[in-house]
Nanobody, 125 residues
């Protein structure tokens, strides 16, 4: 049974940095496009970042571009997102998701077959 698991997150003050990572089991990690979504209370889910299964395409939403970076390590079956210059509006539950052969050029939550349970990121002013 495939599983997706998020690691990291936590509570920081504005301007700080955090790292989220995502690991998988029960699937061939290198065949999956990996993404981060987030959802704040009372708001719709937002696609934050996506890295193609081949690693040759990365999408970052306008709200995080220039502050967040995403990478993958197919040897360690891990996808990481470094979040710098965090803002209170980045506060949300962050979810990792996997899409078989996903290239991230079409970035829609419905395409992702496997999801983690989410990790909370809280940024205070």
């Amino acid at each position: 049974q495939a599983q997706v698991l998020e690691h990291g997150g936590g509570k920081v003050q504005a301007g700080a940095s955090l790292r989220l990572s995502c690991t998988t089991s029960g699937l061939t990690f290198e065949d999956y496009g990996m993404a981060w979504f987030r959802q704040a209370p009372g708001k719709e889910r937002e696609g934050v970042s996506c890295i193609a299964w081949s690693g040759d395409y990365i999408y970052l939403s306008d709200s995080v571009k220039g502050r967040f970076t995403v990478s993958r390590d197919d040897i360690k079956n891990t996808m990481s997102m470094r979040m710098d210059s965090l803002k209170p509006e980045d506060t949300a539950m962050y979810f990792c998701a996997a899409h078989y052969k996903g290239n991230c050029k079409t970035f829609e939550a419905g395409l992702f077959e496997y999801w983690g349970q989410g990790n909370q990121v809280t940024v205070s002013p």
